[in-house]
């Protein structure tokens, strides 16, 4: 991929993260707590995905695989601080129990850490590309 395609992509991919923010902003808001771990979790995904883009790191085509890669090019060498290597890993569980597990309900208390958690990771992602 040439540099200008990937700088659209990487922006694409940003904008994307912040689009859903908002939306997790506003389900939060709303109180609706499994609609607002879903879009939280998909605000950092994305961000992510473009920060792989932008450092030439091959996209993960599954869910563990991004929080592997994340992990093993960021947060190990010290690029990311451990705490938001492992809330990644923490909000996609959260996101799978609030999209899938039809016995569990996240509550407001769970899911409160996570909102400025997300926004700091969106933002450091942001300030490395």
């Given at each position: ?7 659209i ?13 908002q ?39 599954k ?37 899938y ?29």
């Amino acid at each position: 991929m040439d540099e200008e395609n990937k700088k659209i992509l990487v922006r694409l991919q940003i904008e994307k993260a912040h689009h859903f923010l908002q939306q997790a902003d506003e389900m939060y808001s709303m109180r609706h707590w499994d609609l607002a771990a879903n879009r939280y979790y998909y605000a950092c995904y994305h961000a992510v995905q473009g920060l792989f883009i932008a450092k030439n790191i091959p996209i993960a085509k599954k869910h563990a695989s991004v929080v592997n890669l994340f992990s093993l090019h960021f947060v190990k060498p010290g690029i990311v601080e451990p705490t938001l290597g492992s809330f990644l890993a923490r909000m996609m569980q959260l996101r799978q129990k609030a999209d899938y597990n039809c016995f569990y309900d996240i509550k407001e208390e769970e899911l409160r850490d996570y909102v400025l958690l997300s926004k700091s990771l969106i933002q450091k992602v942001e300030d490395l590309i």
